[in-house]
């Protein structure tokens, strides 16, 4: 059964700073994976996708992750960190088009100024 | 831009009471799942809903729970018998044509059980 690790419940990184959130995934096909966020007291916000095709993905927010098969992970990044960018992050994954989502633990980002 | 809708955002109910969680899909959305979150843990998936029948469930979706399209807009989650360990997060979410990469979610409910 597929599954994903965070690396990492929480994270601190100052405003301006490089956002590097930790995703490896295990399945044993293809798959498809997500990073999604959640905002505080808000739902789940889809911010990228990896189905096939171009292995860097470019989401909303100026976030970006790439996935890399060698190394199955799926690793979420963002060059300079806002203020706003404060959540919790989840990455996620499937292996069929029609099937589940698989949700990691998440990793709760903290900016400090 | 479309969004999926739930109700209430948040819910108080006493334990063994039933409860109803409701949810507007998209409007031309055919797939339906409810996931739920309980506090600092992952979001895990409970059922999944095509052509007025469950699709999916997992271990976690008892004979305590059950899903319904009662009309051709809302689609529910029923707890009847509420338990202290149901308090969580509970996510709607559609999609158009099952394809969990396309899926929406909704803000979600908060159930508190005291």
């Known amino acids: 059964a597929q599954s994903v690790t965070q690396l990492g419940s929480h994270v601190s990184v100052s405003e301006g700073a490089l956002v590097l959130l930790r995703c490896n995934y295990s399945s044993s096909v293809p798959p498809y994976l997500f990073w999604y966020v959640q905002y505080p007291n808000q739902g789940l916000q889809l911010l990228l996708k990896?189905?096939?095709?171009?292995?860097l993905v470019k989401g909303i927010n100026g976030f970006e992750a790439e996935f890399k098969k060698s190394e199955t992970s799926f690793h979420l990044t963002k060059p300079s960190a806002h203020m706003s960018d404060a959540a919790e992050y989840f990455c996620a994954v499937t292996v069929n088009r029609d099937d589940k989502i698989i949700f990691g633990k998440g990793t709760r980002l903290h900016i400090l100024p | 831009e479309p969004e999926v809708t739930q109700t209430p955002s948040h819910q108080v109910t006493q334990m063994g009471q039933e409860v109803i969680l409701r949810c507007v899909p998209i409007s031309n959305h055919l797939y339906f799942y409810w996931y739920r979150q309980i506090l600092g843990q992952k979001v895990e998936f409970l059922v999944s809903f095509y052509n007025n029948e469950i699709s999916e469930k997992s271990e976690i979706f008892d004979d305590q729970f059950s899903v319904e399209r009662p009309d051709g807009s809302n689609f529910t989650l029923k707890i009847r018998s509420t338990k202290l360990e149901d308090s969580a997060m509970y996510f709607c979410a559609s999609s158009q044509d099952g394809a969990a990469t396309e899926a929406f979610f909704g803000q979600g409910t908060r159930l508190t059980v005291v």
């Open positions: 990896y189905t096939t095709g171009a292995t």
